[in-house]
């Protein structure tokens, strides 16, 4: 088992959480200072890790098992995100999906990190999460 940094729509509420079928539920945690956050054409998120920005970004913190990761999550992620490790507020690390490599300096998603999450990010466009 690992533990899973979920930041969209996996979430309690989003339309993706019942993917997670059993998988224990560990808390609503913080990244550690460093994280940017962007939208992907407001379907999804894109989490990235940037050391120069000292803003942090809520998820949730899942214990997944590998085979869940490799045959249900990652099947699942659109090309814009991959996988990868990031660092929490209590120092810990956990996996995470982040923004790929290459999809900043395409331009095209949208910088929401001021938001500090997907819920309030979804709020201030009128959708409900």
Same mark, same amino acid.
Request: glycine letters at 14%; aromatic letters at 10%; proline letters at 7%.
């Given at each position: 088992?690992?533990?899973?940094?979920?930041?969209?729509?996996?979430?309690? @509420?989003?339309?993706?959480? =019942?993917?997670?079928? *059993?998988?224990?539920?560990?808390? $609503?945690?913080?990244?550690? =200072? #460093?994280?940017?956050?962007?939208?992907?054409? *407001?379907?999804? =998120? @894109?989490?990235?890790?940037? =050391?120069?920005?000292?803003?942090?970004?809520?998820?949730?913190?899942?214990? $997944?098992?590998?085979?869940?990761?490799? *045959?249900?999550?990652?099947?699942?992620?659109? #090309?814009?995100?991959?996988?990868? $490790?990031?660092?929490?507020? *209590?120092?810990?690390?956990?996996?995470?999906?982040?923004?790929?490599?290459?999809?900043?300096?395409?331009?095209?998603?949208?910088?929401?990190?001021?938001?500090? @999450?997907?819920?309030?990010?979804?709020?201030?466009?009128?959708?409900?999460?």
């Amino acid at each position: 088992m690992v533990r899973m940094f979920l930041n969209g729509q996996a979430m309690r @509420g989003g339309e993706f959480h =019942p993917l997670l079928g *059993d998988a224990p539920f560990l808390g $609503v945690v913080r990244t550690a =200072p #460093g994280h940017r956050f962007f939208s992907i054409r *407001d379907t999804c =998120p @894109g989490l990235l890790p940037d =050391p120069a920005v000292d803003s942090v970004i809520e998820g949730e913190l899942y214990e $997944v098992s590998l085979e869940f990761l490799r *045959d249900v999550l990652l099947p699942g992620e659109p #090309g814009e995100l991959e996988f990868g $490790v990031i660092k929490l507020a *209590d120092g810990s690390a956990c996996f995470s999906m982040l923004l790929a490599r290459g999809e900043l300096e395409r331009g095209v998603h949208k910088e929401i990190t001021d938001f500090g @999450g997907w819920r309030p990010y979804l709020a201030s466009l009128g959708r409900e999460f």
